[in-house]
């Protein structure tokens, strides 16, 4: 299952209406992690085929979505984006995590088994 490019309207449907709600509360089926990138960030190109390969690997556990920073301000501004790729990693009963830099796949993975599943 490739990752899911998002838009802050989808967001607000499928992940957490912040225009309506106060306190954080996950809509998903599943945890997910939302990359912030942009299309001219060396290492964001980086990070985009690891997180291809996890969202196969963990195509029915965790969704992966990514948002582009340049097209979507709005959802930048919110999270606070200051520098990319972040990822904000969203447990299905916390808070979600934020994490700027690029991480290694191990990283990656040791996060999802550890905070997400």
Do not use: N
Not at 21 to 41: L, M, N, T, V
Not at 63 to 85: A, G, N
């Amino acid at each position: 299952m490739p990752t899911v490019k998002l838009t802050a309207e989808q967001f607000k449907k499928e992940v957490f209406d912040y225009t309506t709600e106060k306190e954080w509360k996950y809509k998903g089926d599943k945890p997910s992690i939302i990359d912030f990138y942009a299309d001219w960030c060396g290492p964001c190109k980086m990070v985009a085929p690891i997180l291809e390969e996890l969202s196969d690997d963990y195509k029915d556990k965790v969704t992966i979505y990514k948002v582009d920073t340049e097209v979507e301000r709005e959802l930048s501004s919110v999270f606070q984006i200051r520098s990319i790729p972040s990822m904000l990693f969203i447990p299905m009963d916390k808070q979600p995590m934020m994490q700027a830099g690029a991480l290694p796949k191990d990283a990656l993975k040791s996060v999802i088994e550890k905070d997400l599943l």
